[in-house]
Nanobody, 115 residues
Framework: QVQLVESGGGLVQAGGSLRLSCTAS????????MAWYRQAPGNQRELVAH???????TYADSVKGRFTISRDNAKNTVYLQMNSLKPEDTAVYYC?????????WGKGTLVTVSS
């Protein structure tokens, strides 16, 4: 059974930092492109960042220079370091793993940034 489990969300003041983690089980993690998406109330789910098996990273323009995605294949875990958080970063953050076929999703972790 495939599981992606996010953790690390919470309430933080604007300008603060959080690190999200997503640990995968049931997949050969090292073969998967991993990504973080987010969905704010009333908005569509959007890609925040992704990291390939070759450690190539891409970021949404809104988070460039503030967020960093990384992965540890030995721990089957992908991270999202979020610095200089803004109220507009408030959303549920979802982990995504893609290889072939339909991607896998976690259930999400809520990040709330207060002004």
């Amino acid at each position: 059974q495939v599981q992606l489990v996010e953790s690390g969300g919470g309430l933080v003041q604007a300008g603060g930092s959080l690190r999200l983690s997503c640990t995968a089980s049931g997949i050969r993690f090292s073969m998967y492109t991993m990504a973080w998406y987010r969905q704010a109330p009333g908005n569509q789910r959007e890609l925040v960042a992704h990291i390939t098996t070759g450690l190539i990273t891409t970021y949404a323009d809104s988070v460039k220079g503030r967020f960093t995605i990384s992965r540890d294949n030995a721990k089957n875990t992908v991270y999202l370091q979020m610095n200089s958080l803004k109220p507009e970063d408030t959303a549920v953050y979802y982990c995504n793993g893609a290889f072939v076929g339909a991607p896998y999703w976690g259930k999400g972790t809520l990040v709330t940034v207060s002004s």
